[in-house]
């Protein structure tokens, strides 16, 4: 404990000067000015750290934005995810994922980290992956949702009923897709005009109007949630995603190219 004389002012100080000077040196320093934020341009949401952070890097508007949306948003949504933008990205489609319930800041395990590279993935990209939330903000840039499994379908249309239209499960997507041929596609979108959300919206009712033209068990669109199970499971839910991600992929390019 300090003595009385350590509590005083030094010599040449007069008390009323020393106690100002304890004053000043106790107020807090006012934080720095942030310089303004311009989003107008960006085409880029920003969400704040405990929702999981930024979505994606800043980047100028997408002509399309896809996202997909699992549980966990460590296993299938990024897989997904990551597959989606080494196959679309130099279309300037942006992609990217969130979870239902998200494990925030948690990266892909180790299987799903193998079965990204191996399916065409940037390392890198699979690497840097972090969990986040699902939510509105994410569901209203979105041209369209693709859900692993049709509880995740029911998530997102309970959330924000007027994405509907533009919600699948992504092997619900794959099945109706399959019957629709690219010409027919490109012909729907070529009929919407130059803008790509038009085009790609157009293509969507298209791919959504061959409903009752294929036969499914509802089981059969859900893609396996291979969370902390063996590394055949995670081979198997890879199995039905990545043909799925084909058909996806062959319906963006009629619509956009």
């Not at 009385?4 to 934080?31: N, T, Y």
């Not at 180790?110 to 992956?129: I, N, R, V």
């Not at 994405?163 to 012909?187: G, K, N, P, Q, Y």
Request: charge should be negative.
């Amino acid at each position: 404990m300090n003595s009385p004389r350590d509590d005083g002012p030094p010599p040449g100080v007069s008390r009323r000067e020393w106690r100002k000077m304890q004053q000043s040196a106790a107020e807090p320093a006012a934080p720095a000015a942030e310089p303004p934020h311009d989003t107008r341009d960006s085409g880029h949401i920003s969400l704040p750290d405990f929702l999981g952070g930024d979505p994606s890097p800043a980047a100028p508007a997408a002509a399309l934005t896809i996202l997909t949306v699992c549980t966990g948003n460590i296993c299938r949504s990024p897989l997904a995810e990551v597959l989606l933008r080494a196959r679309l990205e130099s279309l300037g489609v942006r992609v990217h994922s969130a979870g239902t319930h998200a494990l925030v800041g948690h990266g892909m395990p180790e299987p799903a980290l193998e079965l990204a590279a191996q399916a065409g993935a940037d390392p890198s990209t699979a690497a840097a992956h972090l969990a986040r939330y699902l939510v509105e903000p994410l569901l209203a840039d979105a041209d369209l949702v693709l859900t692993m499994a049709r509880e995740h379908r029911s998530h997102v249309v309970k959330m924000m009923p007027n994405r509907l239209r533009r919600t699948f499960t992504v092997r619900e997507f794959a099945r109706l897709a399959s019957t629709l041929s690219t010409e027919a596609a490109r012909a729907a979108a070529d009929a919407a005009g130059e803008n790509p959300q038009d085009r790609f919206a157009a293509v969507l009712r298209a791919v959504a109007e061959q409903r009752g033209l294929t036969q499914g068990v509802a089981e059969d669109d859900d893609v396996v949630d291979p969370y902390r199970r063996s590394r055949e499971t995670y081979a198997r839910s890879a199995g039905q995603l990545v043909p799925a991600l084909d058909e996806v992929e062959r319906i963006v390019r009629a619509a956009l190219t």
